[in-house]
């Protein structure tokens, strides 16, 4: 299974990109789908997942959007608003389950399956 995740770039402060990722070989339509980026120098950290319900780290809620089209296999990301701070590499993540447990969306232990990672970054 791969899931290749594009969409990523260079953009201004303020300006908006759409990631997206479509896994290959394997349908993701009864589990987790999620995203997570890591800035040079820092920790892994959890963006955005699609379960049972949509979940957002603080710093992008109300900024960014995750959809999953089920009939493309395919997960979204719509970035808004971008910061400068927002630069990273973006990683898509997939699991078999469906977490029911809250904790488990944001730790990238969880996911099974990881794409490649998509550079973003925006200029100040």
């Known amino acids: 299974v791969q899931l290749q995740a594009s969409g990523g770039g260079l953009v201004q402060t303020g300006g908006s990109l759409r990631l997206s990722c479509a896994p290959s070989?394997?349908?993701?339509?009864?589990?987790?789908m999620a995203w997570f980026r890591q800035a040079p120098g820092k920790e892994r950290e959890f963006v955005a997942a699609?379960?049972?319900?949509?979940y957002y780290a603080t710093s992008v809620t109300d900024r960014f959007t995750i959809s999953r089209d089920n009939t493309k296999n395919t997960v979204y990301l719509q970035m808004s608003r971008l910061k400068p701070e927002d630069t990273a590499v973006y990683y898509c993540?997939?699991?078999?389950?469906?977490?029911?447990?809250?904790?488990?969306?944001?730790?990238?232990?969880?996911?099974?399956?990881w794409g490649q990672g998509t550079l973003v970054t925006v200029s100040s």
């Open positions: 070989g394997h349908s993701f339509s009864r589990g987790v």
């Open positions: 993540a997939a699991d078999d389950r469906m977490f029911s447990t809250r904790g488990y969306y944001y730790e990238p232990k969880q996911y099974y399956y």
């Open positions: 699609d379960g049972r319900g949509k």
